[in-house]
């Protein structure tokens, strides 16, 4: 019996010693968007709720390199720059594209991805070339992601200039969902979700053309110049010792990348 207790003992004590380990480290917030697979997305991890994917990873690694624990919290994508600016979070990661205009509310750190913008249609559909969304007279319905730069670019290209109506969704997977009832025409999204939602999806196909490349980054607020060069230097050291490069295979292995 008292062995029994001191076993327990022991192992509170480790555990508590974990805990404290742990409770030593300063948390970093990451906000993230987590329906952009594989970049971020919920998967059940020993049954619990857990948002993996390479962005989650990659922060992992950045805080384990910095000495912070991570805490990701889910948001819609359009509150991330905002939840940045005020200080809610640490960083923004989300497979975050850099624009100019962000560059005006926030910081962004070196790149550590690309991004395309892509079109998904039905299989047969009269959409076949990305031209075919800005031909004169196109009248065509597209479901983008809100705020994103696939939501950006089709308002400036097509909705402003008369060429069709934008239809927002909070989510890429909702914008997927409803070109599959025939609610939009096709969905403007970037490469590797529309790889994804594709899979997932029968009857879907991804046009050979291509709207944007984009460079994906981690945005953090402009006052926190220390935490930009802090995570500069990680992601400098992660991407030389193989450490991200391993990170990004895992997820989007060569092969499939180069088809
Ligand atoms: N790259 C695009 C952008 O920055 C889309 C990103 C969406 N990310 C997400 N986690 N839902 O606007």
Redesign the pocket.
Known sequence: MKKIFALILAALFCLSGIALADADKPELHMG??A??PP??YHEYVDDADTIVGIDAEVAAAICDYLGYTLVIDDME?GAIITAVQTGKIDFGM????VTDERKESVNFSDTYAT?IQVIIVKEGSAITTADDLFAEGANHIIGV?ES???DLYCTWDIEDEGLGTVDRYK??ADAVQALVTDKVDCVVI?NEPAKAFVAANEGLIILDTEYVT?D?AIAIAKENTELLEKVNEALKALTEDGTIPAIIEKYIPAEEAAE
């Open positions: 993230t968007n329906n952009f970049y971020e994508f989300a497979g975050m594209t991004g992601q994103t730069t696939g989510n890429g970037d984009e994906y």
